[in-house]
Structure formats: structure tokens, C-alpha cells
């Protein structure tokens, strides 16, 4: 059973575009939703979290966007570049019983020129 | 300050073989999880520890062993390995639950 569903699989964006990735989850027990990012070779690092008791969150030209009704959430990335291209995780974990975080199946994002 | 190190980043194993793949953070975090890495497949959680001494199984469990003597160290042992287990293996900490989770950079690891 997947916890966390992402899509599209992969996305290539014109650069100066908008590219949006979605998210969704099942357990209302989740309340930590962060986005990874990861090159060819690295580890995933943070590019940007929320939690629930807002409904978007932004960090430069990155923007999370939140639906706790319909269990959703988004990363939006504004004005994508080039350095954009990426594969980005969608992820959730709870606070109680110590849950681990639970990753999306990833997004391959190619902004080209 | 080094964060999360894995050890070592490549490694070519026959079938049956065993190894060791290490982890060590050196940030004090009380939590660590090993992750694999498969195509189309995301990032799968094998096992997790909440702390020295205390280890626990994720998704795919099967075929691999950790343990967790000491804060730094959480290295995750296969016993026979296969080749269902060739993969991108990542181990990632984390200051408490909840909060932002520190990658290493990754073992690839051929089972041939």
C-alpha cells in the first residue's frame, strides 16, 4: 500500500515555466509533508517542508501548496531553470509512534532551454 | 562538519556473498533509516531506529539485518545477497521525529 502517491512521473517544462508536482496521502495521522530534491549521484536533500496549520508555504521561487480536506499537497517551482532538472520526492511522516518519513515514487523534472 | 557518511559508495557483490554497508552521522541524531533507491520506485524504507539499541523494519525488510550500539553508527548487513538487492542504498538521519532528514550520498550496489 502506498502511503504517499506523486505524479506526473516525469515533466519536462520550457525554462521560464511553471512546473507543479502533486501529491497525496491517505493518512490523516501525517502531519510533517516535505519536498526532496536529488542530482544524478547525490542524496536527496530538503528543498522545502510544511505542516498543516497553513495552507502555502514559499521559499524563493519554490511554493508548497496544501489542501488538508482533500489530502493533497503540491510544489510548485515559478520561473523554472535549467539547474531545476531534477528528480523530486513528495514525502509525509507523523508524529506519534515514531513513523519514519514515507516517500513518493519521485518526479524526473527536465527544464530545457 | 561531515553529516551523514556512507561507506563505501560502490561495491560489486556475487550472488550469496554478504557485506556490510556503513553508516555514521556525526550530528547526534537520535534517528536514522536506511532507504533504498530502485527505478520508478522511489526511496522504499528497509529499517529505522529511534535510538541506540532500538531497531525496527520499514517496507522491505527482507534479506538485510541492522543493529544500532552506538548514536553514530547504523550499518545494514546483507546476508546472502542477490540480485533483486542491486540498488542505490541511502541512509538518512534525523534530529527528532518529524523534522528535516539528512541524506548520505549513497552506496550503488551491483549484485551480479
Known amino acids: 500500500q502506498q502511503q504517499v502517491k506523486q505524479s506526473p512521473q516525469s515533466l519536462i517544462v520550457q525554462k521560464g515555466g511553471i512546473s507543479i508536482i502533486n501529491c497525496a496521502y491517505e493518512?490523516?495521522?501525517?502531519?510533517?509533508f516535505p519536498w526532496y530534491q536529488q542530482f544524478p549521484g547525490k542524496g536527496p536533500a530538503l528543498l522545502i517542508a510544511?505542516?498543516?496549520?497553513?495552507s502555502e508555504k514559499k521559499e524563493g521561487r519554490f511554493t508548497i501548496s496544501f489542501n488538508k480536506s482533500a489530502k493533497q499537497f503540491s510544489l510548485h517551482i515559478m520561473d523554472s531553470q535549467p539547474g531545476d532538472s531534477a528528480t523530486y520526492f513528495c514525502?509525509?511522516?507523523?508524529?506519534?509512534?515514531?513513523?519514519?518519513?514515507?516517500f513518493g515514487k519521485g518526479t524526473r523534472l527536465s527544464v530545457i532551454a | 562538519n561531515a553529516g551523514v557518511t556512507q561507506t563505501p559508495k560502490f561495491q560489486v557483490l556475487k550472488t550469496g556473498q554478504s557485506m556490510t554497508l556503513q553508516c555514521a552521522q556525526d550530528m547526534n541524531h537520535e534517528y536514522m533509516s536506511w532507504y533504498r533507491q530502485d527505478p520508478g520506485m522511489g526511496l522504499r524504507l528497509i529499517h529505522y531506529s529511534v535510538g541506540a539499541g532500538i531497531t525496527d523494519q520499514g517496507e522491505v525488510p527482507n534479506g538485510y539485518n541492522v543493529s544500532r550500539s552506538t548514536t553514530e553508527d547504523f550499518p545494514l548487513r546483507l546476508l546472502s545477497a542477490a540480485p533483486s538487492q542491486t540498488s542505490v542504498y541511502f541512509c538518512?538521519?534525523?534530529?527528532?521525529?518529524?523534522?528535516?532528514?539528512?541524506f548520505g550520498q549513497g552506496t550503488r550496489l551491483t549484485v551480479v
Open positions: 514525502a509525509a511522516s507523523a508524529p506519534s509512534g515514531n513513523t519514519p518519513l514515507v
Open positions: 538518512a538521519s534525523r534530529p527528532v521525529m518529524n523534522t528535516e532528514a539528512f
Open positions: 493518512n490523516t495521522a501525517f502531519d510533517y
Open positions: 510544511i505542516r498543516p496549520d497553513v
